[in-house]
């Protein structure tokens, strides 16, 4: 079963923008950590991440550009990424835990490219 569902990503000039959206399916139940990750051409690297009740934490290279947001009632996490830079291109992945059972759940991947 598909628990979470990217959507978003896209071919973009540098300067311009784009806004990941994940959504969790009801099986995913009890939500604390949402986060995106992404991997280009080295390790997968934590972007941005909102955990429940605390302030979101971002990557040194976004910080200032990208913002992560969440709607807690609709089990959505967004990523609008702003002034976006070549480097930025790469697969990002949805990032969930489940609150009560610690269980993580990863989306499919989204492609963004940024070309110069």
């Known amino acids: 079963q598909v628990q979470l569902v990217e959507s978003g990503g896209g071919l973009v000039q540098a300067g311009g923008s784009l806004r990941l959206s994940c959504t969790a399916s009801?099986?995913?139940?009890?939500?604390?950590?949402m986060a995106w990750y992404r991997q280009g051409a080295g390790q997968r690297e934590l972007v941005a991440t909102s955990?429940?009740?605390?302030?979101?934490i971002y990557a040194d290279s976004v910080k200032g550009r990208f913002t992560i947001s969440r709607d807690n009632s609709k089990n959505t996490v967004s990523l609008q990424m702003n002034s976006l830079k070549p480097e930025d291109t790469a697969v990002y992945f949805c990032?969930?835990?489940?609150?009560?059972?610690?269980?993580?759940?990863w989306g499919q991947g989204t492609q963004v490219t940024v070309s110069s």
């Open positions: 990032y969930v835990q489940d609150r009560v059972s610690g269980r993580v759940y």
């Open positions: 009801p099986t995913v139940p009890s939500i604390n950590v």
């Open positions: 955990p429940s009740g605390g302030n979101p």
